[in-house]
């Protein structure tokens, strides 16, 4: 691994091995010993920057949050209108084979579990929640402005509906026992019936 002279550029080095080490092999096969391997460094080296390795996980996680919650939104802003702003957006969801959203979605499911003791975790995991409910918000109530759907209730407990019809359909997806072409079938039937479009079933 290069060696950045700035203490952020070598953090940055450090999470992108963690990244990639997590999401190929989980927890047991990104030990501060396999981290140092991958990056070229020692044990000792990657201690200098993190001295706790839970503290490496939490920069990780925040830093798959943000990029998918960056990838959703420029997905959504390039799109116009609410109904295909949806349908995109739940696509994005779904952990597609070889696609930078299963990726995100291995590594965010691997971390999860340490927010229960790792308050930094936590916080990130609050943040990507928030951000993708409010995110779902806008879509629905500007597709209820437009009158282009027909809520059931509130955009709010749509948004969240949604949110977690989305979470419990990734595990299934990336275990291998759902295709991700039937989650993602079973997600717009959900959504078309919740926003009454069933526009979103089109194709």
Same mark, same amino acid.
């Given at each position: 691994m290069a060696r950045p002279r700035n203490q952020e550029g070598r953090k940055r080095e450090l999470v992108a091995v963690a990244t990639g080490l997590l999401v190929r092999h989980g927890q047991g096969g990104a030990r501060l010993i396999d981290i140092a391997e991958a990056a070229g460094v020692t044990p000792a080296a990657v201690s200098y920057y993190y001295p706790d390795l839970s503290d490496l996980y939490a920069d990780t996680y925040a830093s798959a949050v943000e990029q998918y919650l960056v990838r959703r939104r420029e997905r959504v802003q390039s799109i116009s209108e609410p109904v295909e702003q949806l349908s995109q957006c739940l696509a994005l969801g779904v952990p597609q084979e070889h696609s930078s959203s299963r990726a995100a979605t291995v590594l965010l499911i691997e971390l999860s579990a340490l927010a229960i003791r790792q308050e930094r975790i936590a916080a990130s995991g609050r943040r990507f929640e928030t951000e993708q409910l409010d995110l779902f918000q806008e879509i629905l109530d500007a597709g209820s402005r437009a009158r282009v759907m027909e809520l059931s209730?509130?955009?709010?407990? *749509?948004?969240?509906?949604?949110?977690?019809?989305?979470?419990?359909?990734? *595990?299934?997806?990336v275990a291998g026992r759902l295709d991700p072409a039937e989650a993602l079938r079973v997600t717009l039937r959900t959504a078309a019936s919740l926003t009454g479009t069933p526009a979103l079933l089109a194709g």
């Open positions: 209730m509130s955009s709010r407990d *749509i948004a969240r509906a949604l949110l977690a019809v989305e979470d419990g359909i990734a *595990i299934p997806v």
